[in-house]
């Protein structure tokens, strides 16, 4: 069983939807828990870290986190055609912040 | 946000030869430099961590003779991929993270290399 476990998808929706993407994991150890940004051919870009559990909002994007499910997730509001990409769900147990374990990563497809 | 150059952004060697893959931190100090590789619709999986002046810990599974990494300054983390095979080919992507204020909460991520072993 992978320590964390995402849904490859692909997600497709229209412009102004809800997305909501997801992560499970096993590792009771974990404290951070992040959400990044890859396009196609380029390194990842952080898109949101919470601390524990608990919500954080920042723009369209709302980040989960419920530490007792072992589950987060990532809701984006008034979804765009630029924010087509794929989504990593990542974390670690806060010694480094560098030290991550990633989920497989959802593709997301926005159309107009 | 602090920038993290990785050159070069893609490379096609021979079988059997090695490529060396440069992390650069443009304008912080990196106190710790990350070395990933992803496969085509798969995750990124951590293969070592590299600390200035030290060397560098591997994961398990990741041969240190053939990911040969050097972190010889404070802005710079080399990865060189020794005797190349076809199933090296992959995405290399460095990261790093140091500095102060917001550089402590996060690392930073290269833009990525592919690398294509003919």
């Known amino acids: 069983q992978k320590e964390v476990e995402q849904d490859p998808g692909p997600l497709s929706v229209p412009e102004g939807a809800i997305v909501s993407l997801n992560c499970t994991y096993s590792n009771s150890a974990f404290q951070y828990f992040m959400w990044y940004r890859q396009y196609s051919r380029k390194g990842p870009e952080l898109l949101m870290y919470t601390y524990s559990s608990g919500n954080k909002e920042d723009g369209r994007f709302t980040a989960q986190v419920d530490k007792s499910s072992k589950y987060i997730s990532l809701f984006i509001r008034d979804s765009q055609p630029s924010d087509s990409a794929t989504y990593l769900c990542?974390?670690?147990?806060?010694?480094?912040?560098?030290?991550?374990?990633f989920g497989q990563g959802t593709i997301l497809t926005v159309h107009p | 946000g602090a920038v993290v150059s990785q050159h070069p952004s893609w490379v096609i060697c021979k079988s059997g030869t090695s490529v060396k893959i440069e992390c650069r931190s443009l304008d912080f100090q990196a106190t710790t430099m990350f070395w990933y590789r992803q496969f085509p619709k798969q995750s990124l999986m951590l293969m070592a961590t590299s600390n200035e002046g030290s060397k560098a810990t591997y994961e398990q599974g990741v041969e240190k003779d053939k990911f040969l990494i050097n972190h010889a300054s404070l802005t710079l983390s080399t990865l060189t991929v020794t005797s190349a095979h076809p199933e090296d080919s992959s995405f290399y992507i460095c990261s790093a993270e140091g500095g102060s204020g917001k550089r402590n909460t996060e690392a930073f991520f290269g833009q990525g290399t592919r690398l294509t072993v003919v």
């Open positions: 990542a974390m670690n147990g806060g010694t480094s912040y560098g030290k991550l374990t």
